[in-house]
């Protein structure tokens, strides 16, 4: 499976499970330790767990390995080496605005490019 196809699957996980404002954040020429991130919404610590729930348990048999997790009740990230999942309640995504961060990486990886 190709990255994006990858990328698909799990957009559409977390989509059918009622995860919300779902983005995905292209890296592959930024400096950084993963070439894609996805970031979506839950709707509560539980909805955090059972989204992380529902992906170990569809994206596994379809031959993902999960490396690393970091696992609380208001914010779930998933390695999977070349993509990282942040699963996160509304207050801490905000919070963090890990959207601004990864904005600016690509932003910068654009202005690179151009140099």
Do not use: C
């Not at 914010?75 to 601004?100: C, F, K, N």
């Amino acid at each position: 499976m190709t990255i994006e196809e990858r990328i698909e699957s799990i957009v559409k996980i977390l989509d059918e499970k009622k995860a919300e404002e779902i983005e995905v954040f292209n890296l592959d020429n930024a400096d950084y330790i993963a070439d894609r991130v996805v970031i979506a919404n839950s709707l509560n610590p539980k909805h955090t767990q059972a989204l992380f729930d529902h992906l170990k348990e569809e994206l596994r048999p379809k031959g993902e390995t999960f490396l690393h997790s970091d696992v609380s009740d208001e914010w779930i990230v998933a390695d999977l080496g070349d993509i990282l999942i942040h699963i996160m309640i509304p207050e801490y995504r905000q919070r963090y605005s890990l959207e601004t961060f990864l904005s600016e990486l690509v932003e910068n990886q654009q202005k690179n490019k151009e140099a």
